[in-house]
């Protein structure tokens, strides 16, 4: 298996809502990502999780909220957020971090819509 | 700002010529270069990887050149295939950091 899949693929969510973007793996990879990309515009790091534990967090809002289960799995909850949060949330994950020399596998992303 | 510009937003090139897909950087600590595709509705998927100590990397119709006095990467697709059609992000990183990616560029190759 060399995939990571997301889901879901597309999600509209309302400002008061919560709801959940999930991230699966099975490559044994230590290392996933979650990034957020708008129109135009590189992916841009969010968060980082290596070997379950959170080691990077760019200052993200704390509507976002990352959780590492085990190590396949990646899930970012989502609660209170705002129209301009709508974007494109991509997972990636990596042999390690920060070496990553194979670069990251990324799944096809969550496009997110919220109204 | 960023360290990552990719400033041609698109290109199209007629099947069998060459793609030259250019990058930019302003980082001079990036020791670490990759080139990802992305087709639409898809994640993007690692194409060919480059390090600081070679300024060139081949694999099959994928080249990639790196000119580090320049701060430029380009990626060169020869023979061009209508199958090559997709966005190209290049990515740079150095050591123990994270990758930083440009905007990419969206290469159409005409039958």
């Known amino acids: 298996d060399t995939e990571v899949t997301q889901t879901p693929k597309h999600l509209v969510m309302g400002m008061t809502n919560k709801k959940s973007l999930k991230c699966e793996q099975h490559?044994?990879?230590?290392?996933m990502y979650w990034y957020k990309q708008k129109a135009k515009k590189p992916p841009e790091l969010m968060f980082v999780?290596?070997?379950?534990?959170?080691?990077i967090n760019e200052s993200v809002p704390s509507r976002f909220s990352p959780e590492c289960p085990n190590s396949s799995l990646l899930n970012l909850h989502l609660h209170a957020l705002q129209p301009e949060d709508s974007a494109l949330y991509l997972c990636?994950?990596?042999?390690?971090?920060?070496?990553?020399?194979?670069?990251?596998?990324f799944g096809s992303g969550t496009r997110l819509t919220v109204v | 700002d960023q360290q990552v510009k990719q400033n041609s937003p698109s290109l199209s090139v007629q099947e069998g010529r060459i793609s030259i897909l250019n990058c930019d950087y302003t980082n001079s600590m990036f020791d670490y270069f990759l080139w990802y595709k992305k087709y639409p509705a898809e994640g993007p998927t690692f194409l060919i990887s480059i390090s600081s100590i070679k300024d060139k990397n081949e694999d099959g119709r994928f080249t990639v050149f790196l000119n580090k006095s320049a701060k430029h990467l380009s990626l060169h697709i020869v023979p061009s295939q209508p199958g090559d059609s997709a966005v190209y992000f290049c990515?740079?990183?150095?050591?123990?950091?994270?990758?930083?990616f440009g905007t990419g560029t969206s290469l159409t190759v005409i039958p």
């Open positions: 990515a740079a990183k150095e050591a123990g950091n994270q990758f930083y």
């Open positions: 990636a994950s990596s042999q390690d971090w920060p070496k990553a020399n194979y670069g990251y596998t």
């Open positions: 490559m044994g990879h230590r290392a």
């Open positions: 999780y290596s070997y379950e534990k959170l080691s």
